[in-house]
């Protein structure tokens, strides 16, 4: 674990150091947690109370959804295209042959890099959206320890999906479009465009059940006092469930791509 836990602290020296892009990623979410503010402001005008939130929730869901864009990765990018590129040049044999474990090292590697962008570029668009916007900010302390600890779960649950996503470089070589196809599924099934509960029917129903709704829904709720008692509990099995399904799918098909490798490598 010591391993990992230096490959962790790895990944958040290596983010750090792109200061620049890190000013810019702070502008960026400010200024589209605005335009998204005041788009929720005039729809929840219109609209009091749509999907269970007042206007003061729908507002912290869209500053959350800021905060947590980088972090989680909502929109793709972190480790995923570096391996990625490795499975396309055949540089991915020379992680094989290291004495660790290939998936621990990314998800170790994706947890320093979230960090640093929980940091680097949450808190200061949140702080901005509390200055300017009236939050539901937690109301008793305890709350933010169980939204950090959905947000590491969060994190977990991205890492899965993408990781499946890039393995798949194994067999299409150019994982380019099912990148593409899998960050416009989380932007719309994780809540980044609407929250969840908004979605009528069937539709809200399914959307909720899918692993997305894990990486910003799930934590938002949690933030927003929304789950408690059992229901946090099951928030957080929901979590934990789906990040064990996907890692344990991971793992599967890491083992056939890495027999995929060893019989072209001869």
């Known amino acids: 674990m010591r391993l990992y836990a230096a490959v962790a602290v790895s990944g958040f020296k290596r983010y750090a150091t792109y200061r620049v892009a890190t000013v810019a990623g702070v502008f ?9 503010a005041y788009t929720y402001t005039a729809l929840w005008d219109e609209r009091p109370h749509l999907g269970g ?5 729908a507002l912290t869901f869209v500053w959350l959804g800021q905060a947590l864009l980088a972090a989680v990765a909502l929109m793709g990018g972190g480790f995923q295209e570096e391996l990625q590129d490795r499975i396309r040049s055949g540089d991915i044999a020379v992680d094989l042959y ?6 621990m090292w990314w998800l170790a ?3 320093g890099r979230a960090l640093f962008q929980l940091l680097g570029r949450g808190v200061v668009p949140m702080a901005v959206g509390a200055l300017v916007f009236e939050l539901r900010l ?11 600890l959905s947000v590491v779960l969060a994190v977990c649950v991205g890492f899965a999906v993408r990781y499946l996503v890039s393995l798949a470089s194994f067999w299409l ?5 099912l990148s593409m196809l899998s960050g416009l599924l989380c932007l719309f099934f994780s809540g980044m ?4 509960n908004v979605f009528p029917g069937q539709l ?8 997305w709704a894990a990486m910003l829904q799930v934590p938002a709720d949690v933030f927003l006092e929304e789950r408690r008692g059992m229901g946090l509990l099951a928030a957080f099995a929901f979590q934990v469930g789906w990040a064990v399904a996907l890692l344990a799918a991971g793992r599967a098909v890491q083992s056939a791509a890495t027999r995929k490798v060893v019989v072209q490598g001869g």
């Not at 070589?173 to 479009?177: A, E, F, N, S, V």
């Open 28 to 36: 960026t979410n400010t200024v589209f947690g605005f335009i998204l």
């Open 53 to 57: 939130y007042d206007l003061a929730q």
């Open 98 to 103: 290291r004495p660790v474990d290939l998936q």
């Open 109 to 111: 590697t994706e947890l």
């Open 138 to 148: 937690p109301a008793s302390p305890l709350t933010w320890l169980w939204f950090l």
């Open 173 to 177: 070589l150019d994982g380019t479009g």
């Open 193 to 196: 465009i609407l929250p969840l």
């Open 204 to 211: 809200g129903e399914t959307a909720r059940a899918l692993p």
